[in-house]
């Protein structure tokens, strides 16, 4: 049964997060759970939640124009976040203010400089990038001989060589062990970051068992370096944060020691020539608004690698296992692909513009999987109405993007699987505005462009080189997710039968 709404609240029923968070896990029983709820609004604060507002259908008259969000005060962060991070708030995902302005800005420049840019000679340039790592996912694909194969490793390291090589010019193999307990870092940080979401909204879940290792293993960072620590004792095994800050310290100092101003390879350079320069011109203790230089790298790279990995790679393990739950879609975006891009090479972004059935396809993965159930805080720079609900100046304002993408009002049958939805009248692509699978507003995801791009060429590549079928005599894999920041697919075997190309050795020769 729906949960009751405390009688002191400030200005709303205090259920929404719980129940929208219990629901992206897909189980019939908080499916009914939220179907019963249908009458309660969509915002929901109380003095217990920091002021926190989820918004659910009125996003988009707040975030779209309406209403500014973005406030010119800094945002205020959950109180149990900043003491869990010690108080350093770093990089861009976890700043507000000046400081996340001018990294927003630093970093959009930069990621624009070395190609994540719709301008056709920056476009060029990571396609190109992209292109090499599709090339080596499809060969690995190939030598699976269309065995029952988990696709989660090998998506990881294709599509983190991406990021690693406008990053730190990085580049994982996929048998590189140092590689493989990274990734498992970077899984079990989304795990537990997830896990704490519910404590930012409902303080008294920090009671919970559990609570204090999960907070523990993410709080933990260590100030110095290991061969400076106090030798009286064994030190701990590093927690989570600080066996990642290790790792990320080691590409900082390795790229100090060959940095070359005069030849920029990556953003990480980009930041060292910012420190270069500002010590030149003394200023250098007022860059990154004091901000430790080495601790705001880290940060940096830990966001990017993290939003521009684990996102684009669960997209397109989604993507698979909707193929196989809907083996005709496949079949007309193979259709597709074979009428305009042929049998004798493969897709490029060039394409894209005439590839609608495939567009759209990848569409509804984004929309129906819904990664990132929720959107970044936003606060309004002024008291508005919403609903008739009052949300006061400088509140949080979280979106709830899974329920804006599962909303009945918007979408017919939203449940159902139907890239149609996104092709209009004359047989064109259409995003609707409360399509916002990268988020809303000045806080949208930075690599949008790049996501795109990565996802159409390995998606496309992909179904136009293998049919994707269910492994003999097992059961369709299930639609529900693990709940962490983002909403990853349970782990499946896949088999990716090949599809002859139009000439032999074309694939082998990486052909485009």
Excluded at 10 to 26: C, I, M, S
Excluded at 42 to 70: A, N, Q, Y
Excluded at 329 to 349: I, N, S, T, W
Excluded at 405 to 421: G, N, Y
Aim: net charge positive; with cysteine.
């Amino acid at each position: 049964m729906p949960l009751k709404s405390p009688e002191n609240c400030a200005h709303f029923p205090a259920n929404k997060v719980f129940r929208e968070k219990a629901l992206f896990g897909r189980t019939q029983k908080f499916g009914n759970w939220r179907r019963q709820s249908e009458n309660d609004p969509g915002v929901t604060c109380t003095r217990r939640v920091h002021r926190s507002f989820p918004i659910e259908g009125g996003v988009f008259s707040l975030l779209r124009g309406k209403f500014s969000m973005d406030s010119p005060a800094p945002r205020r962060i959950f109180p149990d976040f900043r003491s869990t991070i010690a108080g350093f708030l770093a990089g861009v995902i976890n700043t507000s203010g000046k400081l996340w302005k001018e990294q927003r800005r630093f970093v959009h420049d930069g990621l624009r400089h070395f190609g994540m840019s719709y301008l056709s000679s920056r476009k060029a340039r990571m396609e190109k990038r992209i292109v090499s790592e599709v090339d080596d996912f499809l060969q690995i694909l190939q030598a699976a001989n269309g065995e029952p194969l988990d696709l989660n490793p090998v998506l990881a390291v294709s599509i983190s060589n991406v990021i690693c090589d406008v990053l730190m010019s990085v580049k994982f193999s996929h048998n590189d062990s140092r590689f493989i307990r990274f990734m498992e870092l970077i899984e079990e940080g989304f795990q537990l970051f997830g896990s704490l979401e519910y404590v930012f909204f409902i303080p008294i879940l920090r009671y919970l068992p559990g609570h204090s290792k999960t907070r523990q293993k993410i709080a933990k960072v260590t100030t110095q370096p290991p061969n400076l620590r106090l030798k009286t004792s064994k030190p701990p095994p590093p927690q989570n944060r600080e066996e990642m800050a290790q790792f990320f310290q080691e590409v900082i100092d390795d790229h100090k020691k060959t940095f070359d101003p005069s030849h920029l390879r990556d953003l990480l350079d980009t930041y060292l020539f910012a420190i270069q320069k500002a010590k030149e011109e003394g200023v250098a203790d007022h860059l990154f608004e004091g901000k430790d230089h080495d601790r705001q790298m880290q940060q940096i790279i830990g966001d990017m690698f993290s939003a521009g990995m684990e996102t684009i790679k669960s997209s397109l393990h989604w993507a698979v296992l909707f193929m196989m739950h809907n083996p005709e879609h496949m079949r007309a975006a193979q259709e597709e692909l074979d009428q305009v891009v042929g049998r004798l090479r493969l897709p490029k972004l060039e394409d894209l513009a005439y590839l609608p059935v495939t567009e759209s396809t990848i569409l509804e993965v984004l929309r129906i999987s819904s990664i990132v159930p929720m959107g970044t805080t936003h606060s309004p720079i002024r008291d508005i109405k919403l609903n008739g609900f009052h949300l006061p100046r400088h509140a949080q304002v979280v979106p709830l993007l899974h329920a804006v993408h599962m909303d009945a009002t918007l979408w017919a049958e939203p449940q159902r699987f139907d890239p149609s939805r996104f092709i209009n009248a004359e047989g064109k692509v259409h995003k609707p505005e409360f399509f916002l699978p990268f988020g809303v507003g000045r806080r949208m995801c930075l690599g949008e462009v790049m996501a795109r791009m990565e996802i159409f060429l390995f998606f496309s590549s992909l179904l136009h080189s293998f049919d994707v079928r269910v492994p003999a005599g097992e059961t369709l894999p299930s639609l529900k997710g693990i709940v962490g920041v983002t909403i990853s697919p349970n782990p499946y075997k896949v088999c990716l039968k090949p599809r002859p190309l139009g000439a032999e050795g074309v694939r082998a020769a990486g052909a485009r």
